[in-house]
């Protein structure tokens, strides 16, 4: 339930339940502080509300906003920091809404509540694969092209064979693989 209310929504519920617990666990408290506390909650929701449509760096700061994690094959680690996701998170995210390698992803953004949003990309391209690497039966089901060099931690792109990086320019890694692509069923026979 907590990935489709913002954190102020959620923060509201749980003081909401925290107040009206307490008169139905002790009748001899009274109703009235409950009925008080949850006007307030909903006065100040309401308030959040209608600033953050007013204003659309307040409703940035205090409902959060939308993040793109993925971008054209190429995972944004500036952005993963910001929204304090490790990689390997992103990665099993990704392989649970079916995406096998970076190539077939145009973009991927956490929203504001934490859900995850996958565009797909609808010409896919050789990626970097997003299965463990210990993982050698689904393995078998990509080409392997070796022209194409891939950072092993994001997914950027080599420069082209002249002038290659020493490390990647996006996240620092200094390790490089190549790109695969699915192979699909009617390529397997």
Known sequence: MSSQLTRNELAALVSLAAAVGIPMMAPDRGLLPAV??????IAVERLIARLSFQNERFGDVVLGKVSTLVSDGVINM??????????????????????????????????????????????????LCV??????????FFKEHTEKQLCMQCGLPQK??????????????????????EITKTQLT
């Open 36 to 41: 008080i506390i949850a006007f307030v909650l």
């Open 78 to 127: 500036k952005e993963l920091g910001i929204s304090r996701l490790s990689h390997e998170r992103v990665l099993a995210q990704l392989r649970s809404q079916g995406v096998l390698q970076l190539g077939s992803v145009s973009r991927y953004y956490m929203e504001a509540s934490g859900n995850f949003a996958l565009i797909s990309n609808p010409a896919p391209v050789p990626g």
């Open 131 to 140: 299965l463990p690497p210990w993982d050698d039966a689904m393995l078998s």
């Open 160 to 181: 082209p064979v002249g002038k290659p990086y020493t490390c990647c320019p996006n996240c620092g890694n200094e390790k490089w693989v190549s790109a695969v692509e």
